[in-house]
Structures are given as C-alpha cells and as structure tokens.
C-alpha cells in the first residue's frame, strides 16, 4: 500500500540506501504553473545536516522532473519526480545486519516478510519522506492559487511546551520553534539528550489559512479523519490532535463550542472541521513524535534467530526527528487538502452546470 489519496494520488517508492527514492503524483490539473525551485526549496527545508540539532547525514536532495510537466505548465498527466541517494552509508549498518534494532521497524518487516534490507531501514526509514515532501510542494502550488496557506512549527519539545505561537519566527529557527522564549531551553534539551547518546521527542503545530467551506467528504473520507490518517503514517508520530484535541475532553460544552456570528466563528476549539467538513476557518493539526529511536547507548536486543544480545548503533542519526518532521506534516495537509478540493467538484448541481454550462 504505497499509494495516498483519491483523486489526488501520491505514490512513492524507493529505499534509504537504494538507487534512488522518488513519486508519481496523479490527478493535478493541467496548467498549474509547477516552479521547481519551490519544489527544491522545500526538500531543502527537510533535508538534514542543516545543523547540529539534526544528523549530520548530508544527503544533496537533488530533486528531477522526469514527466507530466511541459513548458513549466502540469499537463494533466502523472508527474513523476526522482531524487537520487547520494550520500549512503551502509557500511554502517553491517553490525545490525543479523539484529533488530529496538523501536525501529527491523522486527516487524523481517517477521511480515521474512527478509529486510537492513541498510537504514530500506523502506521504512524516513528517508522515503522527502518523496512525500516533493508531492506535497505541488499539492502546495495548487492551493496557493486557491489562497490556501499551510504553516507549521514545533509547540513542545522533550515536554517544553511553546506558550506562544510565532510561525514568522519559527521560519527562521533552525528548530522551527513557534516560541521565541522557549527556543534556547528545547534546543539545550535536544543537545543535551545529544551529548547523552539519547534522543527526544517533540510536538509540531500545522495549520491551514484560507480553507474554504466545504472540503471533507462524510462519511469514511472526513477531512479530520484524513488528516489523522496522514499524519500518523509519517515515521515515528505517535498521536495527531485536531484543534484543542485532547484539551477539549477536559471543557464544557459552554466553554469547547464555537459560537458563531454574521461575521464568522468566534473561536476555534474545533480547529475548522465540523462534522469532517472544513467550516472556513483555520485548520489546526498537532502531530506528536515519539523521540528518535535510534541512540547510541547499549540496548537489549534479540537476532534474527531470536538469540538474546546487545545492539550499539553507529550512524548519523537526528536527536529530535519532530524538527525535520514539522516540513512532512506541511506536505502531507497539502496533500489531503488539494485531493479534498478535488473531491468537492460537482458535489453541488451549480458546481456541475458552472462547470457544463448549457449551449
Ligand atoms: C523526518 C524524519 C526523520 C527521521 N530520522 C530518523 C533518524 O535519523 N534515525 C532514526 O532512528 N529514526 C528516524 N526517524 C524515525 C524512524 O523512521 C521511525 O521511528 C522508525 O521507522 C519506526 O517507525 P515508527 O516509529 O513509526 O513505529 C525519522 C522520522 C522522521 C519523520
């Protein structure tokens, strides 16, 4: 199951320490401008070894066209786009060739299928991400023409919490922090879990402007439901909120509702889905990440053939993988909101007859 989407339709392949990874996105309309040093900018902000608060893995992310584009115009037909591994190490997988390494998927790939390519989790490292995160910039283009606009940054970091939230300033920081105050206690939180060999965990904010009335389709295809499912496919996320989440459990229904008036929602505890429909006002997704699983501290493992032994990883690994995830929730609410957008044409007759206008 490689494939996301309805109308829209993301399809990835590939593998960590393979040729190469890369996508087909079906379903763009024809004559969308496609700026590709958007596309590049983008995986630009994923890509790691940007700093010491990431691995030190510096893969180029080189991404290639290969199809569906024409003069710069999409053409109507799948675009597929590649992005070459450069930078592998796999060497450095050899001493967990016959191992699993704990919280990483090596038990359960090699127990479903019998084998695994070992060299940094083959398909199930987050590397196969920056394919999700191509697509996503396209998905990005279209909404941009529809005045869609997403954002994202991190709200908590090894449980330091933002208390308040700057997207301007979390564009600039290397941790993509939303706090300006909070910023240098999470970063010596990830530096310091660094120096530990150890890892931490971290929470990223994603929000939608400019969402139309509308998009979501009751009942098994529901907007928030959809989000949900994007942002817990992504590597390592643990728990997705939509609006106050959780939070709302511990409200009234005085305090959760949003009272509305001529003039719009008066707040937004709902995070701008109703009843799985978007209701025009900000979307807002928490994607919470575990902490990064693989550290460099003496772990109890078995092998494969279920002998106890003791894994020490080598590797470049990200200490808070919630950093570089912040730009994958951003591709993947794109991703759901212009298959959405899609999914919305022709719900109404009028949508129909603007669209086949009678001779
Ligand atoms: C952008 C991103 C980068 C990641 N980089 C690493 C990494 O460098 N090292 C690592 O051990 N895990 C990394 N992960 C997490 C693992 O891929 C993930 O935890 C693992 O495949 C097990 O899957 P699960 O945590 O979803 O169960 C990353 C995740 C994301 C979203």
Redesign the pocket.
């Known amino acids: 199951m490689n494939t996301f989407g309805k109308k829209l339709t993301l399809t990835t392949f590939g593998e960590s320490h393979g040729k190469a990874i890369g996508c087909i996105l079906d379903g763009v309309p024809a004559g969308l401008k496609i700026d590709e040093a958007f596309i590049q900018s983008e995986l630009d902000r994923?890509k790691?070894g940007k700093s010491k608060l990431e691995?030190g893995r510096k893969e180029d992310d080189r991404v290639e066209i290969l199809s569906g584009v024409f003069e710069g115009l999409s053409t109507g037909t799948p675009i597929a786009m590649v992005i070459f591994n450069t930078n592998q190490k796999s060497k450095d997988y050899d001493s967990i060739k016959n191992l699993f390494r704990p919280?990483?998927?090596d038990f359960t790939y090699f127990h479903k299928y019998g084998l695994r390519d070992y060299r940094g989790?083959g398909r199930?490292?987050?590397r196969e991400?920056a394919a999700r995160v191509a697509g996503g910039a396209i998905a990005k283009l279209m909404l941009q023409e529809l005045g869609v606009a997403i954002q994202s940054g991190l709200c908590e970091v090894d449980g330091i919490k933002a208390e308040k939230i700057d997207f301007a300033h979390a564009k600039g920081s290397k941790l993509y922090a939303l706090d300006p105050n909070k910023e240098a206690q999470q970063e010596a939180a990830i530096l310091t879990a660094k120096e530990a060999h150890d890892s931490v965990g971290g929470v990223v904010l994603t929000t939608a402007t400019g969402v139309p009335v509308g998009l979501g389709e009751p009942l098994y295809y529901k907007l928030d439901a959809v989000l949900a499912d994007a942002m817990m496919g992504?590597?390592?996320?643990k728990a997705v909120e939509i609006g106050d989440g959780i939070a709302s459990t511990h409200l009234k229904g005085s305090q959760n509702n949003d009272p509305i008036t001529p003039e719009g929602f008066k707040s937004n505890h709902s995070g701008g889905i109703l009843g799985g429909i978007s209701n025009g006002d900000t979307v807002i997704v928490k994607t919470h990440?575990?902490p990064?699983?693989?550290i460099f501290k003496e772990q109890e493992t078995v092998t494969v053939d279920n002998e106890p032994t003791v894994c020490n990883l080598k590797g470049?690994?990200?200490p808070c993988?919630a950093i570089?995830?912040a730009v994958?929730c951003e591709a993947m609410m794109a991703l759901v909101l212009a298959d959405m957008a899609l999914l919305n044409l022709g719900k109404k007759m009028d949508h129909l007859k603007a669209l086949y206008p009678t001779h």
């Open positions: 994923r790691p691995t919280g990483h998927a989790g199930s490292s987050a991400t992504i590597n390592a996320a990440f575990k990064t699983p693989s470049r690994h990200d993988v570089r995830g994958v």
